[in-house]
Each structure stands twice: as C-alpha cells, then as structure tokens.
C-alpha cells in the first residue's frame, strides 16, 4: 500500500470523493474507507479518520477561498496523515481551455488550477502549519505529529529491517546476529519482533549479547557498523534539508544508531551539515561522480540504476534524496540522473531494461532543485524513442545481471556496432547499424543476419 500509509484496517476518509471508487477499492484492501463529496455523497457523515485523501480536489476548485477553506476542512479531520494530490504544470498539453482566474475553464466547462511540484507544497504547508513531504509528483503527505513525518522520511532512506524467520530459540539467536551484522549494534527489544522476542524472554541480555559476539562475523560488524554510520548522517541532512527537530522526535531506531556511533547528538548533527554544505560544492560532487562504484559517468551526468542508488558515495545519495522529498519521485523509474553542474535529478523509466537488451525510455521526470521546477517527457508516441546501451555500466559490478550484459557489449564492440556512436542513440539509428553490420538481436544474444 502506498508508502504504509493506507494499511488494513486502518480508517481512511475520501474527502472529496466523486461517484466513490476510490473508496470501493479501497475497501477492497480492507481498509476502514468511506468517502464524502458535496455533490455526490453529501449524506455522508463527516468523521475524524487516521487517513484523510484530498485526491485531485484542490486543482478543480476556482476561488481561492474556498480552496483553502476545503483544504483547512480535510486537515481537520486528518488524525494521522493528510495526503493531497493535485495536476501539475507539466500537465498543461492535456488540459486544453482558456485562461480563467488562477487557472484554466475547459471545454467541458470544468475549471484546473495547475500546481507546480514546489507550488503544491508550499500550499499545503502554508495552509496546515506543518512540514510536509513528496511522496511524489503532485502527491504530498502533511502528518499530524512531526515523529510520523520523521519515521516516514527514515523508511525511505533506510527501509525497515527485515528479520531471518525465526521457530526456536538457536534460529532467533541467528536473526539477531545477522541484524547485528547488517546493522553494526544489537537491536532494542523493541525493534525485534514480538515473536523473536519471545523466543528469547527467558535469556538475560548479558547472555544474548554473549551468544551473538562469539557468532557474530567481527568484519561484517565493522562494515554494518560504518553503513549505518552513513546512513545515519544522511537521514539527518536530509531532515535538515526538510525542517530538523529534537532528539526525542526521533524514530527509536534512528535515536538509537546516533546514541551507538556518535559520541552525541551534536556531533551527528554537526557532521551531517557539513555533508549537506559538501551539496553545494560541485567540485566535490563532481569529484564523488567519479569515485563511485557504480553507474555510468558522461560528460554532463552520473546515471545510476534503482537497484544501485544506495551503493553510491553518501553525498550523492543525499542529492537524489532532497530532490525526491522536494519534489516527489515518481512510482514507476529505473535509471537516476544526477547532473554534474547546478543541482538537477531526473528519474527515467525504461519498464523493460531487464528484459530488452537495448530499452526504450517511457518517461522522464526532472527536478531542477535551485529553483524546484519540474518537467515532465513522454515517450509514449514517439516512434524514434532513445535507447540504452552498455546496460551493465549503469549496475553494481556485482549485480548478477552484469556479466550477461558484459557479454553482450563485448560482441557488440567486436562486431562494429559501436564505430559511430552518434548514430546509435535512437530506434532507428540502432536499427540502421545492426542492419549494416549484418547483425540481428536474440535476446541478450548478438547473431549474424540470415540473407534474404
């Protein structure tokens, strides 16, 4: 369910919910749904929920007022989580109508307000009094309590822990070597699963703690302990890019890694702003783009697969990350582009980069972060769409798709495909190559063209 916010069984009010079908699949999922809408289900009784949709409602309002007045309305009612979504600029090619107030009257009469991706935001938070988050483009989710915006953000840049199963005692004692491993410190008994906790109610931590140092592989500990270390400092830059609280705002887990590998919470802080001022500097970003392990470096960008992005330098990872919270990151993207000079990301979809030797791009979606403007690029109707090659360059050396692809460009290079590289960048371009060096594709295999 999107970004654990609308969980099973857990209260959801539609404000604004046309003819209802949202609410329908909804409680489908089996979450608590019901929906109110002036025109269509003003019967409905107005109750406080947990989670309140605002679902493109705001954009179709003409006055100004009564925008925020309806705004201010399902804020209200929010107890957990307002998420409020709206049509964006880069929209505006499929809204046709004239200029009308603050937005655009179409044809069939009905009025949109375009937001800006930073626009949409900076209302939200406006009108609710709280700092807000993109969940994506023209999605924003404004919580009630700053801990449920401060766990949200710490699942996006260090998703949730996931535990080894657990049935006796000697295999709950493997899981919590093995999160020690991962994470560098033993786990509170909070953050363990109840069922694993139980398992081992009957041990004094002095004895848990000694089972796991004489099981426990020193080295991965080490390692564990130096990823949550960067981990930690880039959850703290990236929630002062957003708005920094108190200590004990904190999620347990976050409170617990400063408290493990930082000698206080001032010191975290102090280190992490000084990663978000390394931002700025382009020499040093441009410096990172090189020292990274992963992705494929041009002259003018670093583009890194999804499946890479956390295996970059922390900085860089830092960069993707204020740019999505900015701005939102889109559902559906496979490459990250990450430009060299001033502060721009973009999020490319290519649906079938595993399974096409050369994708196609579908969209592009980018963030030009000095001044939060946001673009947006179909490739749904272009018959000459771009394509990729050297699909490994893009992966971790150790993604197990590499050597394929290797292989693959290896053939490739050695058959002359790659003599005119300007030639290759598109559909039709490729497909003239390949004709000319007498080659054809199957699969992820290169063969020679059969005459005739």
């Avoid at 931002?279 to 992705?295: K, P, T």
Wanted: proline residues 5%; hydrophobic residues 35%.
């Amino acid at each position: 369910m999107v970004d654990k916010q609308l969980l099973p069984g857990r209260s959801v009010l539609d404000y604004g919910c046309g003819r209802g079908g949202d609410v329908r699949v909804l409680q489908q999922l089996d979450c608590q749904a019901v929906g109110w809408d002036p025109f269509y289900q003003a019967d409905t009784r107005l109750e406080p929920a947990e989670v309140v949709l605002l679902t493109y409602v705001l954009n179709v309002i003409e006055d100004p007022q009564e925008r925020c007045k309806t705004l201010k309305e399902a804020w209200g009612l929010a107890e957990t989580v307002l998420i409020a979504s709206a049509r964006l600029t880069w929209e505006k090619s499929k809204v046709k109508g004239e200029a009308f107030g603050d937005g655009l009257l179409t044809r069939r009469q009905t009025f949109q307000h375009l937001f800006g991706a930073s626009e949409l935001r900076a209302y939200v938070e406006e009108v609710t009094g709280v700092r807000t988050v993109s969940a994506a483009p023209g999605v924003v989710y404004a919580f009630k309590d700053d801990r449920a915006r401060l766990s949200y953000l710490a699942r996006r840049i260090v998703p949730d822990a996931e535990w080894l199963a657990s049935e006796d005692r000697t295999s709950a004692i493997a899981a919590i070597v093995d999160y020690v491993e991962r994470r560098g410190r033993l786990p509170h008994m909070e953050e363990v699963p109840q069922p694993m906790a139980e398992l081992l109610g009957h041990l004094r931590p002095n004895e848990v703690r000694r089972l796991v140092r004489d099981s426990a592989d020193s080295n991965k500990v080490e390692e564990g302990g130096k990823r949550t270390t960067l981990n930690t400092l880039l959850f703290l830059a990236v929630e002062l890019f957003n708005g920094r609280g108190p200590f004990n705002s904190l999620p347990l887990s976050v409170q617990l890694d400063v408290r493990a590998f930082f000698s206080s919470y001032g010191e975290a802080c102090k280190r992490s702003d000084r990663l978000l001022l390394k931002l700025r500097d382009d020499a040093y970003v441009r410096g990172a783009m090189h020292a990274s392990a992963v992705g494929k470096l041009t002259q003018t960008a670093l583009y890194v697969h999804q499946r890479a992005l956390d295996r970059m330098p922390t900085v860089l990872r830092l960069y993707e990350h204020c740019a999505s919270i900015a701005a939102g990151r889109p559902q559906e993207w496979t490459l990250a582009k990450l430009c060299h000079q001033g502060r721009a990301v973009s999020w490319l979809d290519y649906p079938d980069f595993d399974t096409d030797p050369h994708p196609k791009i579908l969209t592009s979606y980018q963030v030009e972060m000095k001044a939060l403007k946001t673009s947006h690029t179909s490739y749904v109707d272009s018959k000459n769409r771009p394509l990729l090659h050297r699909k490994h360059e893009f992966l971790a050396p150790d993604d197990p798709d590499v050597d394929r692809y290797k292989r693959l460009t290896t053939s490739e290079v050695k058959a002359g495909l790659y003599e005119h590289p300007h030639l290759i960048g598109t559909e039709e371009g490729w497909e003239r190559e390949l004709l000319r060096c007498g080659r054809v594709l199957r699969g992820h295999r290169l063969v020679r063209r059969t005459p005739g």
